[in-house]
Antibody, heavy 120, light 109 residues
Framework: QVQLVQSGPEVKKPGASVKVSCKTS????????ISWVRQAPGQGLEWMGW????????DYAHKFQGRITMTADTSTSTAYMDLRSLKSDDTAIYFC?????????????WGQGTLVTVSA | QSALTQPPSASGSLGQSVTISCTGT?????????VSWYQQHPGKAPKLIIY???KRPSGVPDRFSGSKSGNTASLTVSGLQAEDEADYYC??????????FGTGTKVTV
Protein backbone atom coordinates (compact mmCIF):
# COMPACT_ATOMS: atom_id res chain seq x y z
CA GLN A 1 0.00 0.00 0.00
CA VAL A 2 1.01 3.64 -0.30
CA GLN A 3 3.70 4.46 2.25
CA LEU A 4 5.70 7.48 3.30
CA VAL A 5 8.73 6.58 5.42
CA GLN A 6 10.63 9.39 7.09
CA SER A 7 14.17 9.71 8.37
CA GLY A 8 15.04 9.27 12.03
CA PRO A 9 15.02 11.66 14.99
CA GLU A 10 17.36 14.62 15.07
CA VAL A 11 18.87 16.73 17.83
CA LYS A 12 20.12 20.14 16.80
CA LYS A 13 21.53 23.23 18.47
CA PRO A 14 19.86 26.63 18.07
CA GLY A 15 20.91 28.27 14.84
CA ALA A 16 21.59 24.98 13.08
CA SER A 17 19.71 23.43 10.16
CA VAL A 18 17.88 20.13 9.81
CA LYS A 19 16.95 18.16 6.71
CA VAL A 20 14.20 15.54 6.96
CA SER A 21 13.59 13.01 4.21
CA CYS A 22 10.37 11.30 3.18
CA LYS A 23 10.64 8.24 0.95
CA THR A 24 7.44 7.28 -0.83
CA SER A 25 6.35 4.00 -2.37
CA UNK A 26 3.51 2.29 -4.22
CA UNK A 27 2.16 5.27 -6.12
CA UNK A 28 3.30 7.54 -8.93
CA UNK A 29 5.35 10.13 -7.08
CA UNK A 30 4.91 12.90 -9.62
CA UNK A 31 1.10 12.67 -9.65
CA UNK A 32 0.73 14.24 -6.19
CA UNK A 33 2.19 17.04 -4.15
CA ILE A 34 3.86 16.53 -0.80
CA SER A 35 3.03 18.77 2.14
CA TRP A 36 4.88 19.06 5.43
CA VAL A 37 3.03 19.47 8.72
CA ARG A 38 4.51 19.85 12.18
CA GLN A 39 3.24 19.28 15.69
CA ALA A 40 4.94 20.81 18.71
CA PRO A 41 4.78 18.79 21.94
CA GLY A 42 1.20 18.70 23.22
CA GLN A 43 0.08 21.10 20.51
CA GLY A 44 -1.96 21.00 17.32
CA LEU A 45 -1.06 20.52 13.68
CA GLU A 46 0.56 23.29 11.65
CA TRP A 47 0.83 23.25 7.85
CA MET A 48 4.27 24.35 6.67
CA GLY A 49 4.09 24.20 2.90
CA TRP A 50 3.88 21.99 -0.18
CA UNK A 51 5.94 20.99 -3.16
CA UNK A 52 4.53 19.83 -6.49
CA UNK A 53 6.79 16.91 -7.20
CA UNK A 54 6.49 16.91 -11.00
CA UNK A 55 8.09 20.34 -11.40
CA UNK A 56 9.44 21.37 -8.00
CA UNK A 57 7.13 24.35 -7.47
CA UNK A 58 6.74 25.23 -3.81
CA ASP A 59 4.50 27.29 -1.59
CA TYR A 60 5.42 27.94 2.02
CA ALA A 61 3.37 29.22 4.93
CA HIS A 62 4.28 32.83 5.65
CA LYS A 63 5.90 32.13 9.01
CA PHE A 64 8.50 29.81 7.47
CA GLN A 65 9.34 31.80 4.36
CA GLY A 66 13.03 32.59 4.18
CA ARG A 67 14.23 29.67 6.28
CA ILE A 68 12.55 26.61 4.71
CA THR A 69 13.27 24.75 1.49
CA MET A 70 11.34 21.77 0.15
CA THR A 71 12.77 19.62 -2.60
CA ALA A 72 11.83 16.42 -4.39
CA ASP A 73 14.00 13.77 -6.02
CA THR A 74 11.91 12.04 -8.68
CA SER A 75 14.59 9.39 -9.28
CA THR A 76 14.12 8.03 -5.76
CA SER A 77 10.54 9.23 -5.10
CA THR A 78 11.81 11.05 -2.04
CA ALA A 79 10.86 14.47 -0.70
CA TYR A 80 12.99 16.61 1.60
CA MET A 81 12.32 19.46 3.98
CA ASP A 82 15.20 21.69 5.08
CA LEU A 83 14.60 24.10 7.98
CA ARG A 84 17.32 26.61 8.87
CA SER A 85 18.09 28.93 11.78
CA LEU A 86 16.46 26.56 14.23
CA LYS A 87 15.02 27.88 17.48
CA SER A 88 13.85 26.02 20.56
CA ASP A 89 10.23 26.44 19.50
CA ASP A 90 10.97 24.49 16.32
CA THR A 91 11.08 21.39 18.54
CA ALA A 92 8.31 19.28 17.08
CA ILE A 93 7.34 16.17 15.19
CA TYR A 94 7.52 16.83 11.47
CA PHE A 95 5.21 14.86 9.17
CA CYS A 96 5.25 14.53 5.42
CA UNK A 97 1.93 13.81 3.77
CA UNK A 98 0.76 13.00 0.27
CA UNK A 99 -1.19 16.09 -0.75
CA UNK A 100 -4.15 15.88 -3.14
CA UNK A 101 -3.49 19.49 -4.10
CA UNK A 102 -5.80 20.55 -6.86
CA UNK A 103 -7.57 17.20 -6.70
CA UNK A 104 -9.72 17.87 -3.66
CA UNK A 105 -7.04 19.21 -1.33
CA UNK A 106 -6.63 16.65 1.41
CA UNK A 107 -3.76 14.72 3.00
CA UNK A 108 -3.44 10.94 2.83
CA UNK A 109 -1.48 9.04 3.95
CA TRP A 110 0.88 10.52 6.51
CA GLY A 111 4.46 9.60 7.20
CA GLN A 112 5.27 8.25 10.65
CA GLY A 113 6.76 11.56 11.75
CA THR A 114 10.29 12.71 12.60
CA LEU A 115 11.04 14.23 15.99
CA VAL A 116 13.33 17.22 15.76
CA THR A 117 14.65 18.49 19.09
CA VAL A 118 16.33 21.89 19.25
CA SER A 119 18.33 22.34 22.40
CA ALA A 120 21.54 23.98 23.48
CA GLN B 1 -3.88 32.81 8.36
CA SER B 2 -5.44 32.02 11.76
CA ALA B 3 -6.21 28.48 12.86
CA LEU B 4 -9.77 27.26 12.51
CA THR B 5 -11.64 27.20 15.82
CA GLN B 6 -12.62 23.86 17.38
CA PRO B 7 -13.84 23.14 20.90
CA PRO B 8 -10.96 21.82 23.03
CA SER B 9 -12.91 18.79 24.16
CA ALA B 10 -16.04 16.77 23.57
CA SER B 11 -17.35 13.61 25.17
CA GLY B 12 -20.03 11.00 24.90
CA SER B 13 -20.91 7.58 26.22
CA LEU B 14 -20.57 4.34 24.32
CA GLY B 15 -23.18 4.21 21.58
CA GLN B 16 -23.99 7.91 21.77
CA SER B 17 -23.12 10.60 19.23
CA VAL B 18 -20.77 13.53 19.42
CA THR B 19 -20.46 16.47 17.03
CA ILE B 20 -17.37 18.63 16.68
CA SER B 21 -17.53 22.07 15.08
CA CYS B 22 -14.82 23.76 13.03
CA THR B 23 -15.30 27.48 12.48
CA GLY B 24 -13.37 29.42 9.90
CA THR B 25 -14.05 32.40 7.70
CA UNK B 26 -15.45 33.27 4.31
CA UNK B 27 -11.89 32.99 2.97
CA UNK B 28 -11.42 29.32 3.90
CA UNK B 29 -14.21 27.04 5.21
CA UNK B 30 -16.93 29.24 3.72
CA UNK B 31 -15.24 29.61 0.36
CA UNK B 32 -14.39 26.04 -0.62
CA UNK B 33 -15.77 22.51 -0.41
CA UNK B 34 -12.30 21.41 0.69
CA VAL B 35 -12.70 20.60 4.37
CA SER B 36 -11.06 17.42 5.65
CA TRP B 37 -10.92 15.78 9.05
CA TYR B 38 -8.14 13.78 10.71
CA GLN B 39 -8.12 11.43 13.68
CA GLN B 40 -4.99 11.16 15.79
CA HIS B 41 -4.41 8.62 18.53
CA PRO B 42 -1.67 9.33 21.07
CA GLY B 43 1.78 8.81 19.67
CA LYS B 44 0.46 8.11 16.17
CA ALA B 45 0.33 9.99 12.91
CA PRO B 46 -3.01 11.55 11.97
CA LYS B 47 -5.37 9.57 9.74
CA LEU B 48 -7.78 10.95 7.16
CA ILE B 49 -11.42 10.24 8.02
CA ILE B 50 -13.38 12.80 5.95
CA TYR B 51 -12.45 14.73 2.80
CA UNK B 52 -14.25 17.24 0.62
CA UNK B 53 -16.61 18.01 3.52
CA UNK B 54 -18.70 14.82 3.37
CA LYS B 55 -16.73 12.01 1.72
CA ARG B 56 -15.33 9.04 3.60
CA PRO B 57 -12.23 7.15 2.45
CA SER B 58 -12.65 3.43 2.04
CA GLY B 59 -12.19 1.64 5.33
CA VAL B 60 -13.52 4.48 7.46
CA PRO B 61 -16.72 3.41 9.25
CA ASP B 62 -19.93 5.13 8.23
CA ARG B 63 -20.29 6.22 11.86
CA PHE B 64 -18.17 9.19 10.81
CA SER B 65 -19.94 11.90 8.82
CA GLY B 66 -19.17 15.45 7.82
CA SER B 67 -21.19 18.52 6.93
CA LYS B 68 -20.82 22.25 6.42
CA SER B 69 -22.96 25.33 6.79
CA GLY B 70 -21.54 28.72 5.96
CA ASN B 71 -18.19 29.19 7.65
CA THR B 72 -18.60 26.22 10.00
CA ALA B 73 -17.90 22.58 9.24
CA SER B 74 -18.86 19.72 11.53
CA LEU B 75 -17.82 16.14 12.18
CA THR B 76 -20.31 13.76 13.76
CA VAL B 77 -19.34 10.44 15.25
CA SER B 78 -22.39 8.26 15.77
CA GLY B 79 -22.52 5.11 17.85
CA LEU B 80 -19.38 6.02 19.76
CA GLN B 81 -16.92 3.20 20.34
CA ALA B 82 -13.97 3.05 22.68
CA GLU B 83 -11.50 3.29 19.80
CA ASP B 84 -12.98 6.64 18.76
CA GLU B 85 -11.29 8.25 21.75
CA ALA B 86 -8.68 10.44 20.05
CA ASP B 87 -7.82 13.96 18.94
CA TYR B 88 -9.62 15.27 15.88
CA TYR B 89 -8.44 18.05 13.59
CA CYS B 90 -10.23 19.79 10.76
CA UNK B 91 -8.39 21.31 7.82
CA UNK B 92 -9.49 23.68 5.09
CA UNK B 93 -7.96 24.87 1.89
CA UNK B 94 -7.66 28.62 2.30
CA UNK B 95 -7.01 29.91 -1.17
CA UNK B 96 -3.69 31.27 -2.43
CA UNK B 97 -2.52 27.66 -2.31
CA UNK B 98 -2.53 27.56 1.48
CA UNK B 99 -4.06 25.26 4.06
CA UNK B 100 -5.13 25.88 7.64
CA PHE B 101 -5.76 23.38 10.44
CA GLY B 102 -8.21 23.57 13.27
CA THR B 103 -7.11 23.89 16.88
CA GLY B 104 -8.00 20.28 17.62
CA THR B 105 -10.63 18.55 19.77
CA LYS B 106 -10.01 15.78 22.27
CA VAL B 107 -12.88 13.30 22.22
CA THR B 108 -13.41 11.24 25.34
CA VAL B 109 -15.62 8.18 25.33
Amino acid sequence: QVQLVQSGPEVKKPGASVKVSCKTSDYTFTNYAISWVRQAPGQGLEWMGWITTYNGDTDYAHKFQGRITMTADTSTSTAYMDLRSLKSDDTAIYFCVRDFLGQGNWFDPWGQGTLVTVSA
Amino acid sequence: QSALTQPPSASGSLGQSVTISCTGTSRDVGAYEYVSWYQQHPGKAPKLIIYEVVKRPSGVPDRFSGSKSGNTASLTVSGLQAEDEADYYCNSYGGSDNYVFGTGTKVTV
